[in-house]
């Protein structure tokens, strides 16, 4: 399938507009608006009214596309083999309602488990990072001219800074994931943890990270992030080291250290 630039200029115009709406919302937004899809998993009408608007613009944007969304507005595409649109409408919820300035719109365009096309837009930091399947990946602030980025040069895990995810609701994996945690700061000059898988992935794209893994994520979180790694000179697998990630959940992206880095994770994970 071929995707023009026009085509990705369109993309951004959409997430940027849906960012616009979360900056709004953010400003008045009270915690008394909070819902619980299930234990610290938690929702607002601010995700669901962005999701709706985003279904209404890709939908005309390219129609014949079917949809993989987090809060079901659309009712979730059955077929998962096929031209999916997958959107996270707002990652990193918790912070929203916090009022912590780390979230971001997040879409992807996918083939089965292959992203094709995607834009992270942080409305916070005026950053959108877009790129399609063999075009490169890019970063445009504001009115500039975005500019292609690449991952980190870095080789060394010793050298690398990390980021991952926390678990919040399911925690069978704990004492291994903390294995790892513990190994990874022995082993780098630091770990991260944002609270939006999405940005962990567009700033390892830009180099601004080595590295980030993380478990029990859902499409939604990381269809967008994946295509821009991959596309910005990344690695990107799940913890087996294969390519089943985009819907089973695990997955670790990185530069140079990836191989590094899955091994360690490895270690304590397939034992």
């Not at 819902?35 to 944007?61: F, M, R």
């Not at 979180?221 to 790694?229: Q, R, S, Y």
């Amino acid at each position: 399938m071929t995707l023009s630039n026009s085509f990705l200029t369109s993309l951004c115009s959409i997430a940027r507009d849906a960012g616009a709406f979360l900056l709004q919302e953010h400003q008045k937004f009270s915690l008394d608006a909070v819902e619980y899809k299930g234990t610290n998993d938690l929702v607002s009408y601010v995700d669901k009214e962005t999701e709706k608007q985003l279904v209404a613009a890709l939908s005309e944007l390219l129609p014949e596309a079917g949809f993989v969304t987090e809060e079901g507005t659309t009712g979730n595409s059955s077929d998962r083999t096929a031209l999916n649109w997958i959107i996270d409408p707002l990652d990193g919820t918790t912070n929203f309602i916090h009022g912590l300035p780390v979230f971001c719109v997040s879409v992807g365009l996918a083939i089965g488990n292959r992203p094709i096309a995607g834009v992270i837009f942080d409305p916070n930091r005026d950053e959108c990072f877009f790129g399609r399947e063999g075009a490169g990946a890019f970063c445009g602030r504001g009115t500039a001219t975005p500019e292609r980025i690449r991952v980190s040069p870095t080789t060394k895990l010793s050298e690398s800074l990390i980021s991952t995810g926390f678990p919040y609701y399911t925690f069978d994996r704990m004492v291994d994931y903390l294995s790892i945690l513990e190994n990874l700061m022995h082993k780098t000059h630091g770990l991260r943890r944002m609270g939006s898988a999405a940005i962990d992935l567009a700033y390892v794209a830009c180099g601004r990270f080595e590295g980030f893994y993380e478990y029990n994520l859902h499409a939604w979180d990381m269809a967008a992030g994946v295509l821009l790694v991959r596309e910005a000179g990344g690695i990107v697998t799940d913890f087996k080291g294969g390519n089943e990630f985009l819907y089973r959940g695990d997955v670790i992206a990185g530069c140079g250290v990836h191989t590094e880095l899955l091994a360690t994770i490895q270690r304590y994970w397939n034992k």
